[in-house]
């Protein structure tokens, strides 16, 4: 079983406690009226889709519910690291 | 209101034994979400004193989170609901139904479909947790004992897979 380390239980908690949410660090825009299409598409649906080191959002909804960020390598399934949500990327 | 709010269970009288370990439905309780960025704001306004720690327990009430706790409290305990404090008091106690599992086989029992290692868990702590599927919140009341909050449609369902499991 895979264990992911929880920044704000501070322990490691079985994976099936967890829901991944996608690509971490991706800011939605201030104003959205102003964006083009081409840069709302890319706001909404364009992915780094990193093999390798990645950055994601994770959640701990069976547990604390809270969402954190995670670096974990797309091709080992490790986890590098994973930090509160709103602090700086790692 | 409080009468009402605490409404019968959806599980069965009888409570169930097999070897080394006891399931039964727990008594009444009243059950308030309690959530606030600062917990000190919080504390100040239900005039009780809160764990500080997710996980742990502080005269029944349960930090889940940074900024989320779960009472536990005898029915008819009434906490102010701290109008106008950026806090938020709900009383739930018909959301979740009590089951309580006891006995030399207790910790086993419940790891049959909870990923959690129970060895690591100490008597007093609280965290919320899954059994197979279903969510629910898990205190270890005593090395031997502890007490399971699920929400009231999936109790059934929980109540049966621990009498299969003990079987
Ligand atoms: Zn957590």
Known sequence: MLLIHCPYCDEKRPEIEFAY?????????????????????????????????????????????????????????????????????? | MSSLSVSTSPLPDEPFAADGVRVSRSAALQRYSLRARDPAKLAAVVGRELPGRIGGVTDGIAQLGPDEFLALLPVGTQLPSGEEEPV??????????????????????????????????APGQATRTIYETVEMVLVRESETRFHIEVWRSFAPWLWQSLRLSAE
């Open chain 1, 21 to 90: 949410g996608g690509e971490a660090h991706i800011a939605r825009p201030l104003d959205p009226s102003a964006l083009s299409d081409e840069e709302w598409e890319t706001y909404l649906f364009i992915r780094s889709n990193a093999r390798g080191r990645h950055h994601e959002r994770w959640r701990h909804i069976h547990g604390c519910g809270r969402f954190f960020n995670a670096v974990r390598d797309t091709v080992t399934d490790k986890f590098e690291t994973t930090y509160k949500a709103g602090e700086e990327r790692r």
């Open chain 2, 88 to 121: 938020s008091v709900v009383d739930i106690s018909s959301r979740a139904v009590g089951i309580t599992v006891e006995g030399e086989g207790a910790a086993a029992l419940i790891m049959s479909g909870c990923p959690l290692d129970l060895d690591r868990m």
